[in-house]
């Protein structure tokens, strides 16, 4: 869930997840090995990732699993966000955008009598409007991109850390037992399309692994969280613990970078009604 959508949390949040970025392969390739420092020990995330393909949809938490047989308890709680402005009360720009045209098209689609195809933008970074025109420029304002994915996501990762007393009683009410052991884990996604690249020389540069960075690591160090699984337009990674134990000069303060955003994407769209009553 993004910075804005407490109160129509959608459903099967986890499912989704483990189902985009393939967690199975990831898990079977041991691809999690190489996203921290000292790996729990194999059968700790072996059970984490079985209780996160079996978690069953829930609301705050997102997901869990009670595995009877250890008595333990996973938690999983799911949040995203991206580099777009946010408006108060309504949500990210690119949110916001991304639901305009989704509901163009729709209501496009059923007012067609057949074929219907078109090619809408979404945008999602700044641009400079003049009339009815908005000229994007690459490379630009990578600072500004940069602290609103700060922002964004210290807002995320605070607003659910807080929340986790309340996801534990949710979920001990549920299953009306008291566990040996509750496991937490953050599934975070930045879902800014195309991804997160930090400027080089107004070039887009290397993509940002949020698990990387300072920032991440204080908020990580601060909380009681787990575990963490960070999903973007790249790929997934994953981090347990033992990352707060890594020297703090190993990551990257993002206060020292600026970002690299595609500001708009075309949506391309095609469709063609069928007449289902003639079948």
């Known amino acids: 869930m993004d910075k804005t959508t407490n ?14 970025y393939n967690i199975k392969s990831f898990y079977d390739n041991k691809l999690f090995e190489k996203c921290t420092s000292t790996i729990n020990t194999y059968k700790s995330v072996n059970s984490l990732v079985e209780a996160l393909i079996n978690s069953l949809d829930f609301d705050r938490p997102d ?11 996973y ?42 195809s078109s090619v809408k933008v979404i945008e999602q970074g700044i641009g400079i ?9 690459m490379g630009e304002y990578g600072d500004i991109y940069r602290n609103i994915y700060i922002e964004n996501f210290y807002y995320g990762y605070k607003g659910h850390a807080e929340n986790l007393q309340k996801y534990i ?8 037992v008291t566990p040996n052991k509750i496991v937490t884990t953050f599934l975070i996604e930045d879902v ?13 540069g290397e993509p940002v692994n949020l698990l990387m960075t300072k920032q991440f690591v204080e908020a990580f160090k601060n909380s009681k969280i787990d575990y963490v699984f960070f999903g973007s337009y790249q790929g997934i990674s994953f981090c347990d613990r033992s990352i707060i134990n890594c020297v703090l000069d190993k990551f990257i303060d993002l206060t020292n970078k600026e970002l690299y955003i595609l500001p708009s994407m075309f949506n ?7 007449d289902i009553s003639k079948m």
């Open 129 to 137: 409007k003049n009339g009815n025109t908005i000229t994007y420029k």
């Open 75 to 116: 938690i999983f709680e799911h949040f995203s966000f991206d580099c777009s402005v946010n408006i108060k009360h309504g949500g990210s720009t690119l949110r916001l955008n991304r639901n305009k045209v989704s509901n163009e098209i729709n209501k496009e689609i059923e007012n067609t009598q057949s074929k219907y």
């Open 7 to 20: 109160k129509t949390k959608s459903k099967n949040e986890v499912k989704q997840f483990v189902e985009k």
């Open 192 to 204: 800014t399309m195309c991804g997160t690249y930090y400027n080089n020389n107004k070039c887009m």
């Open 169 to 176: 009683e949710h979920c001990l009410k549920e299953i009306k």
């Open 63 to 73: 997901g869990y699993w009670y595995n009877e047989a250890t008595s333990i308890l």
């Open 268 to 274: 391309i769209t095609s469709a063609t009604k069928i």
